[in-house]
C-alpha cells in the first residue's frame, strides 16, 4: 500500500473505496462467484466519523472498529446523522470481560469471539429490544502462541454452547491468519464447511470473514465471504 498517503481527502477516500470495491467484483467474476456474495467490511479504527460518513454517504453499509471508546463516540455521533444512521457496526478488537456489555450494547456483529465466558456475557448483556448480536467465532487457525482465537478443536464445543444462546445469533468463522501460510485460507473455508454439513441446524451459518488490504484477492478466491478492508481505503494508519 505504499502509495496510499497517511492523510487522505475525501475524494482519494472515495477513490480508494471504489478502487477496492472494483476489485471485489473483478475477482468475484475471475473466480467465478456472485459479487453479492461477498462483503466489503471498511475497518475505520482510528479513523475520524466524518471519513466514514463520506462512505456511508457512497453507500458503503459496513464497519470494522477496534477500540471500543473510539468506536462508541463514532457511533454516536454517526448514529445521529441520516447518511450514517443505518450502518452496521462490527467490533474486530479484541474482547476484555468487562466491556462485553458496551460490546452488547453498541454493535450489530462481533467477530472475535473466542470462548464461552465471552459468549454467555455478551449473551446475557444484549439488550432486549434491540435484534440478536450477530457473532463469528476468531479461530487461531495457524496455532500461533501469539494470536487470538480458539484452537480448531475447541471449536466443537463452542458452538454447542453458543448455539443455545437465545440473544447470539452464529453466523460463521473468523481468522487472521499467520502471513507465511499460503493455505490458511483453504483450511479454514474447509472447516466452515464441516461444520455446515455437521449442523444443518445452524440456520444463520453463512460468513466466512478473512482477508485484509494485503490478501483480500486470495481470500476471495478461496471462498470468503466479507473482506475486512482498512488500509487499503482509509490510508495508513498513525502510530501503527
Ligand atoms: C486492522 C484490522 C484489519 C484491517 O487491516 P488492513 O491491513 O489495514 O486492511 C482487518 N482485520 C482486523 C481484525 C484488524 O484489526
Known sequence: MKDIKNTVD??????????????????????DRQADGVILLAVSKTKPADMIATLAQQGQ??????YLQEAIEKIGILKARSESKDIVWHYIGSIQRNKTRDIAEHFDWVQTVERDIIAKRLNDQRPAEMSPLNVLIQVNIDNEDSKSGCLPEQLPE?????KGYERLQLRGLMIIPAKAD?????????LFEEIQHSHPE??????????????????IANGSTMVRVGTAIFGVRDGL
Open 182 to 190: 499460503t493455505n490458511a485460507f483453504a483450511r479454514t473455508k474447509q
Open 61 to 66: 453499509q459496513h464497519f470494522g472498529e477496534n
Open 10 to 31: 475525501s475524494q482519494d477516500l472515495i477513490n480508494n473505496w471504489q478502487q477496492v470495491s472494483k476489485q471485489v467484483t473483478q475477482v468475484c467474476k475471475r473466480v
Open 158 to 162: 463452542l458452538i454447542n454452547t453458543i
Open 202 to 219: 445452524l440456520n444463520g451459518w453463512d460468513t466466512l470473514s478473512m482477508g485484509m488490504s494485503g490478501d483480500m484477492i486470495e481470500a
